[in-house]
């Protein structure tokens, strides 16, 4: 009797052995785990329990690799809120910063995204022109030297003065919206329009010739990457309105309506006021760039220039 209640008993308590065994092993097997997993990593490294969060949310699992090989920075977890953060951008953002400590984050996105964090003229692509009607050419994106537009047309003098072409549908889009802007009591005119490589050539050297090269880069763009090089562009003015000179242009309703409508008719406004830094050239209240309808609108609507958009949008 004795024999067989023992029995019982060592049975019992080898089973609750067997069970905290399991119970311990669980842990260790879970604290393991952790020990070694990105989360605690990451906190290793110094960031906060809401930094992680952010990290794991927004990065991939080989983009959080790259993070814990780096020492911690809270700039980091900074641009990765941004709306416009590019991860392959990351370490030029960090570098930015670095030299631009009055600049906002948000700013060293942008300014990153669009390269200004490189001087003019200086690391340039090739732009792809696979892209049609929205190739980037500014002053990091160039056209191949023999590049020439496919369809380009003559413009009649009563659209243009003397001496202007460009793509032929972009010349149907612009004469829709000077049929619109006509209705409302408004005369366009085309003052420049398609310039091929030895145009911007000539136009480039005159400026640097009379006024320096600091003068030229600021009002035109060297050859190879002149916008007005893609058939796609257009400087646009009032009909007898500027004394033939873009002066006053941006005090006249013209330009208010065409800020506010050339959208519709596929065309945005290239080098806006204010936005001198990102898109590195003074304000043109005449330049529109063609981009076909669609585009156009969600350009107009995102409030960014061309040279942002196509970095977070088409580029990436
Ligand atoms: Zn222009």
């Known amino acids: ?132 009607d929205l190739i980037l050419v500014n002053k990091y994106y160039s056209l191949p030297d023999d590049y020439e537009p496919e369809n380009i047309v003559k413009m009649n003098l009563q659209y243009a003065y003397d001496d202007n072409s460009i793509r032929d549908y972009v010349y149907d889009a612009f004469l829709e919206m000077y049929r619109a802007a006509m209705e409302e009591g408004y005369q366009l005119i085309t003052n420049s329009s398609y310039r091929d490589y030895d145009w911007q050539d000539t136009l480039y050297n005159n400026y640097k010739t009379s006024r320096g090269q600091e003068y030229a880069d600021a009002f035109a763009a060297r050859p190879g990457y002149s916008e007005h090089q893609t058939g796609l562009a257009l400087d646009i003015t009032c009909y007898n309105c500027t004394n033939g000179t873009f002066d006053d242009f941006a005090e006249s309703e013209e330009y208010q309506w065409l800020l506010k409508n050339s959208y519709k008719y596929g065309f945005i406004l290239r080098y806006p006021e204010g936005k001198e830094d990102i898109t590195g050239y003074n304000f043109e209240a005449w330049h529109f760039r063609y981009v076909g309808k669609d585009m156009a609108k969600k350009i107009y609507n995102s409030g960014l220039t061309f040279d942002e958009y196509y970095a977070y949008y088409i580029e990436k």
């Open 1 to 132: 009797m004795k024999k067989k209640v023992r029995l019982k008993k060592e049975v019992k308590y080898g089973f609750i052995g067997i069970v905290v065994l399991i119970i311990a092993i669980v842990f260790l097997v879970q604290f393991i785990s952790y020990r070694t997993s990105t989360k605690y990593k990451l906190k290793d490294l110094g960031y906060t329990t809401e930094e992680v969060t952010t990290i794991i949310e927004k990065l991939d699992h080989e983009q959080v690799k790259d993070i814990l090989k780096m020492e911690y920075n809270q700039n980091i977890v900074l641009f990765l809120q941004e709306k416009y953060f590019i991860y392959d951008n990351l370490e030029r953002y960090l570098d930015y910063q670095k030299e631009n400590q009055d600049k906002s984050t948000s700013d060293v996105v942008t300014m990153v995204n669009v390269n200004r964090d490189r001087d003019f003229y200086t690391d340039t692509k090739e732009t792809d022109l696979s892209l049609g």
